[in-house]
């Protein structure tokens, strides 16, 4: 995740458990939505709410074509 470059802007802060807090402006709203999708439960969205609530509605989603 920290190799990938999503903007001039990005910022990465390393924390002591290993996990990373990323910034940056990202200027495809979907690409951004797929790749963090593609991290399953290795990334978690804290901000924008917008893009929390984004991410929440695309894995109730997907839970629903599981569902029995």
């Known amino acids: 995740m920290c190799e990938r470059i999503w903007s001039r802007d990005q910022k990465i ?6 996990s990373a807090d990323i910034t940056f402006t990202a200027a495809s ?4 939505i797929s790749f963090i999708l593609s991290l399953g439960d290795k990334a978690r969205v804290m901000k924008p709410k917008w ?4 991410i929440k509605d695309k894995i109730q989603t997907m839970m629903q074509n599981y569902v029995a």
């Open 13 to 18: 802060k390393h924390n002591p458990d290993g």
């Open 29 to 32: 709203e979907s690409e951004l």
């Open 51 to 54: 893009l929390v609530g984004e």
